[in-house]
């Protein structure tokens, strides 16, 4: 016999040290909310579906305030057409996030239940990554457009030292603008390194060990 | 969710709770992360329990429910994981009339399972509750074949940790 089921006769009949709950106890802890990390998935989703809606609404205020008319040299179907774009996309990965978050169940094996969870952190990734992207090119497309438009802009341009640098200017700009996002986006990459990987440390390794059950 | 539906939780829970206290000593050091366990796992299966109304028997369905909160939703546990202390490491049994060499010997067995990873220590949990290998793999969510295989490598890094 092996020592795994020496163990295993005498496990019926274990004792811990904790006390058993009474009834009225159980009950009281249907009561309790739950710290798993299911609900701050929920959380950090909402989140991040919050700060990119807020954001896009601060920048079309922005715009509509600002002393250069950006909506009317972009013209009216571009910007109010991407927009709408951009929020239809917002809308289908909220839907996308209900379904997967939807799915989450502790009663199936925990296997699926593992996929699940990083099938709805991967949703999240790919509606940042959206985001980032759509920032990128709308920022590119509306510096191209909008900058030469600007009265300082032309002013510097009319200037005597700027003759025959002018592309070489727009180039700079794009450039930094660019440089600007790259940066941002490496900001948003370590803050979700951070994030997730401390909240699905263990999953991850679980996962891992699961996985390599199958090799 | 209407009372009765909750009296009935709460007296099916009450019947099998010996189950989640195994499985919180199991995956826990203290008394208070074991508490803290317990109280997740019910919250976990009161969520779960308006969709499992009699598909299963109800502590088949329990061990599905609680392994996944210990081994995935759950998230304190591993902060703890360093300040084991004897107690939890003691395997205790209701009779005292067993021999004290055996005592020594289950308390040593028991020791070194707790040594074992999460997954490692779900599948011997099921191994020890008397579960066949068709249930295991469908817990887990892996083959058959795999959780048998994986069953003996346990069984061996078990012995390594007893005989070093």
Not at chain 2, 18 to 32: A, E
Not at chain 2, 124 to 130: K, R, T
């Amino acid at each position: 016999m092996d020592q795994l089921d020496i163990l295993k006769q005498n496990w019926q009949s274990q004792t811990t040290d904790a006390p058993r709950f009474t009834k009225d106890q159980l009950g009281g802890l249907l009561a309790k909310r739950s710290s798993s990390i299911v609900k701050w998935l929920f959380i950090i989703a909402i989140i991040e579906f919050a700060f990119f809606i807020v954001l896009g609404m601060a920048s079309h205020l922005h715009n509509q305030s600002s002393n250069i008319d950006v909506i009317g040299q972009m013209g009216n179907v571009f910007y109010y057409g991407s927009s709408l774009l951009h929020y239809v996309v917002i809308f289908i990965f909220i839907y996308l996030f209900y379904q997967n978050y939807k799915n989450i169940s502790t009663s199936q094996p925990t296997r699926s239940l593992m996929d699940a969870i990083l099938k709805t952190r991967r949703t999240m990734k790919w509606y940042i990554w959206y985001n980032l992207t759509y920032m990128m090119v709308v920022g590119m497309i509306a510096t191209v457009i909008v900058i030469p438009q600007d009265p300082k802009i032309i002013e510097l341009m009319a200037s005597p030292k700027m003759a025959g640098h002018e592309t070489a200017f727009y180039l700079i700009v794009l450039g930094a603008s660019f440089v600007v996002f790259l940066i941002i986006c490496v900001i948003m990459y370590l803050i979700y390194l951070l994030i997730y990987g401390i909240l699905l440390r263990k999953l991850k390794r679980n996962y891992h060990e699961l996985k390599r059950m199958e090799v | 969710m209407s009372k009765e539906l909750e009296e009935e939780f709460v007296k099916q829970l009450d019947e099998n709770q010996n189950i989640v206290h195994k499985i919180c000593r199991l995956y826990t050091n203290d008394q208070h992360a074991h508490n803290d366990l317990f109280q997740e796992v019910t919250v976990q299966l009161w969520r779960a329990y308006p969709k499992f109304r009699g598909d299963a028997k109800f502590s088949t369905w329990m061990y599905r429910v609680a392994l996944n909160t210990a081994i995935t939703l759950y998230r304190k546990s591993t902060r703890r994981v360093k300040t084991q202390d004897y107690e939890s490491v003691q395997f205790k049994i209701e009779d005292r009339q067993e021999e004290d060499e055996q005592m020594e010997q289950l308390t040593l067995l028991y020791g070194a399972v707790k040594q074992l990873n999460d997954i490692e220590k779900a599948l011997v949990f099921l191994y020890l509750e008397d579960k066949n290998y068709r249930e295991i793999s469908e817990t887990m969510g892996i083959s058959e074949v795999n959780a048998r295989v994986k069953m003996n490598r346990i069984k061996t890094k078990l012995t390594n940790i007893i005989n070093p």
